[in-house]
C-alpha cells in the first residue's frame, strides 16, 4: 500500500503534487479547475485560499469530493446596496 509521503503547492507549475512512496506522483492543475468549477472571482478565492493554506484538504476536495457543491456551500458574495 502506498502511503502519502508529501502535499504541497508548487507555485512555477500551479499544481498541487502529492508525492507517495512507491515513487509515484499525482499533480492537480489548480488554474485547469478554476477554469472549470469557479464560475466568480469569489470562488476562485475560495479554492486559492485551500490552496496556499490546506493543500492536501484542496486534493482531497478535487479528487474525492464535489468542488462545485464546495463552493456553493461555502462562497459568500456580498450584495451591493443601490437605494
Same mark, same amino acid.
Given at each position: 500500500?502506498?502511503?502519502?509521503?508529501?502535499? +504541497?503547492?508548487?507555485?512555477?507549475?500551479?499544481?498541487? +503534487?502529492?508525492?507517495?512512496?512507491?515513487?509515484?506522483?499525482?499533480?492537480?492543475?489548480?488554474?485547469?479547475? +478554476?477554469?472549470?468549477?469557479?464560475?466568480?472571482?469569489?470562488?476562485?478565492?475560495?479554492?486559492?485560499?485551500?490552496?496556499?493554506? %490546506?493543500?492536501?484538504?484542496?486534493?482531497?476536495?478535487?479528487?474525492?469530493?464535489?468542488? +462545485?457543491?464546495?463552493?456553493?456551500?461555502?462562497?459568500?458574495?456580498?450584495?451591493?446596496?443601490? %437605494?
Amino acid at each position: 500500500m502506498k502511503k502519502l509521503i508529501s502535499c +504541497e503547492f508548487n507555485i512555477d507549475t500551479a499544481c498541487v +503534487e502529492l508525492k507517495y512512496s512507491d515513487g509515484s506522483i499525482i499533480s492537480i492543475n489548480c488554474t485547469a479547475v +478554476e477554469d472549470e468549477v469557479a464560475n466568480s472571482r469569489f470562488q476562485r478565492s475560495e479554492l486559492d485560499w485551500l490552496i496556499y493554506n %490546506d493543500p492536501l484538504s484542496y486534493a482531497e476536495l478535487i479528487l474525492n469530493a464535489d468542488p +462545485e457543491e464546495y463552493l456553493r456551500t461555502v462562497t459568500n458574495i456580498p450584495q451591493l446596496d443601490f %437605494d
